[in-house]
């Protein structure tokens, strides 16, 4: 069993830097890949980025790769997003997730064990 909890959302300007941050707890947390979706107002779920257990091996959409950082602290339990020269079709609630696996990948909705609550991200023109 995991449980996420994300933080570090908000409201930031066009061109502007925000960190999310993912606190997992569970005994599996290590042993799990972890990942990202987001889900804007009128749209479908999509996928961010993914991260194998190791932090070595990470998977990003063709619409933030460049942009976005994904990355990993095992001894803190926590996943991080990092997300530069944010525009404000970025604007959307990001999931923090999980998936019984250890590698990164193209991940479906329907792939994840573990959902977090999710948090706002509003990027202002």
């Known amino acids: 069993q995991v449980q996420l909890v994300e933080s570090g959302g908000g409201l930031v300007q066009a061109g502007g830097s925000l960190r999310l941050s993912c606190a997992g707890s569970?005994?599996?947390?290590?042993?799990?890949?972890m990942g990202w979706f987001r889900q804007a107002p009128g749209k479908e779920r999509e996928l961010v980025a993914t991260v194998s257990i190791s932090g070595g091996g990470t998977y990003y959409a063709d619409s933030v790769k460049g942009r976005f950082t994904i990355s990993r602290d095992n001894a803190k339990s926590t996943v991080y997003l990092q997300m530069n020269s944010l525009n404000p079709a970025d604007t959307a609630v990001y999931y923090c997730?999980?998936?019984?696996?250890?590698?990164?990948?193209?991940?479906?909705?329907?792939?994840?064990?573990?959902w977090g609550q999710g948090t706002q991200v509003t990027v202002s023109s």
């Open positions: 569970g005994r599996s947390f290590s042993s799990t890949a």
């Open positions: 997730v999980a998936r019984g696996t250890p590698f990164a990948g193209s991940w479906s909705e329907y792939d994840i064990d573990y």
